[in-house]
């Protein structure tokens, strides 16, 4: 790949970092109890940390008293650049949740299934410690844009893959299990990258995060490890998938083929095109879409009845 074909790739990335942290600043954060840089695990003296966003006390209340319920925001940046500074949920913080944005090992630090045992990492670390920062995280909806929609798919899909768990953050005898994803034109499936999406994609950005080019059989093996498409079984969490039409990495048909298979395995799937919109937060979470953001969390997280009292 040319290093002019590469800068482009990363300019994409660059804007849809820059379009989420605009959409993002549209909330107000006045109001919000704001604990940053929480040091969440160290691995191998790479310290990894969070955000946590706490709801203002005039919020909307919680059934029956809860806590707030627990949101958690992974920032994309084609898993090799992005910051946790990254968190475009604060309008939802603003209504009653809890927020957490994460940081995890990007691709010029370690390469896979680090991140992900880092994001599960998280979300153990994140249940184990509701009690101390006041939050509900008996049920946790996970949400995220580009690698981070990929990430956040992932979490939705492998509560049970092993191989995916690791033991980052220790508390492993709490769940990495999540109980709602959105995902935001982020990957699903990594073989067919190639035909559903931008070519060059697969072969930088993407073999940059698995370590090998996925022609190879190694490569191969990895990107179906990684890809959430695969390992879609009939208790996992409802998703709602947000891509738009003109996305110059992602295509249509990669969401689309998840939400297909998602459906064919009778889980409940919510897939919303956006006509003419790019890889750009701003361009895909307008309100219309942000209405359905909230209806699911609503439905799954602040409203359903917590995991310990079924």
Sequence with gaps: MTRRRMFWICGCVAASLMGSAAWAQQAPEAELKVVKDIEYANVDGVSLKLDLYLPPANAAAQPSGRKPPLLVWIHGGGWRYGDKADFPLRWLVQKGYAGASINYRLSDVALFPAGVHDCKGAIRWLRANAE??????????????????????????????????????????????????????????????????????????????????????????????????????????????????????????????????????????????IEGAQHNMGQVLDEERKKLVEALFERHIRRAVPDREK
């Design 132 to 273: 101390k920062y006041g939050y509900d995280a008996t049920r946790i909806g996970v949400s995220g844009g580009s690698a981070g929609g990929h990430l956040a798919a992932l979490l939705g899909v492998t509560g049970d893959v092993q191989e995916l768990e690791g033991d980052v953050a220790g508390h492993t005898d709490r769940s990495s299990r999540v109980q709602a994803v959105v995902n935001i034109f982020g990957p699903t499936d990594f073989p067919r990258l190639a035909e559903q999406g931008h070519p060059e994609f697969t072969t930088s950005l993407v073999a940059l995060w698995l370590g090998d080019p996925i022609s190879g059989k190694k490569g191969k093996d990895l990107a179906r490890l990684a890809s959430p498409i695969y390992h879609i079984t009939r208790d996992d969490p409802p998703f709602l998938a947000i891509q738009g039409t003109k996305d110059p990495l992602v295509f249509v048909p990669q969401v689309a083929s998840f939400h297909e298979a998602y459906e064919k395995a009778g889980l409940e799937s919510n897939l919303q095109i």
